[in-house]
């Protein structure tokens, strides 16, 4: 699973490439939430947001930022969400970073993440061990 991405952008697995430049490949992911879901990737692996050089990151994101609209509108889509799972316990299953393009339908069904509100003094201490880091 660790070299698939790298395959698909050497062309020894086929893709339903969308997009590429020097930096990246985009393609359709094989397995959709919705027609149209995309993945980017940096051309370079990196594993995940950990370890991905910045200029790649800035690459990845550009392309993103560049396909976007066009994939709303390819397919009449209402909304994007635009997703990255890293580690396995985020959901990462392939690991060679990437960048998910979800095309969204009003009434698609599809459930936002759930939250909590932070309890009192809660928000301040997790924003201290978090800047504390920096
Ligand atoms: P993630 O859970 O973020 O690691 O997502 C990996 C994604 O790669 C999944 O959405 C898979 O459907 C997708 N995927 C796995 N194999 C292929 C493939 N051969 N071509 C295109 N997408 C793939």
């Known amino acids: 699973m660790d070299e698939l991405f790298e395959k698909i952008i ?5 893709s339903e490439k969308v997009h590429e ?14 027609p149209g879901h995309t993945l980017v990737v940096p051309k370079q692996k990196s594993t995940n947001i950990f370890d991905i050089p910045e200029s790649d990151w800035l690459a990845v994101m550009k ?9 709303k509108e390819a397919m009449r889509a209402d909304g994007l969400n635009i997703v990255m799972n890293n580690e ?47």
């Open 88 to 134: 396995p316990a985020g959901h990462q299953v392939v690991m060679h970073a990437h960048v998910h393009i979800i095309p969204r339908f009003e009434g698609d069904g599809l459930k936002p993440w759930r939250g909590r509100p932070y309890e009192e003094g809660e928000a301040q201490r997790v924003a201290e061990k978090i800047r504390s880091l920096l």
């Open 63 to 71: 392309t993103v930022r560049m396909l976007a609209p066009y994939i």
């Open 10 to 14: 050497a062309g020894t697995i086929p």
């Open 21 to 34: 430049d020097e930096h990246t490949y985009a393609f359709l992911d094989i397995n959709p939430t919705a």
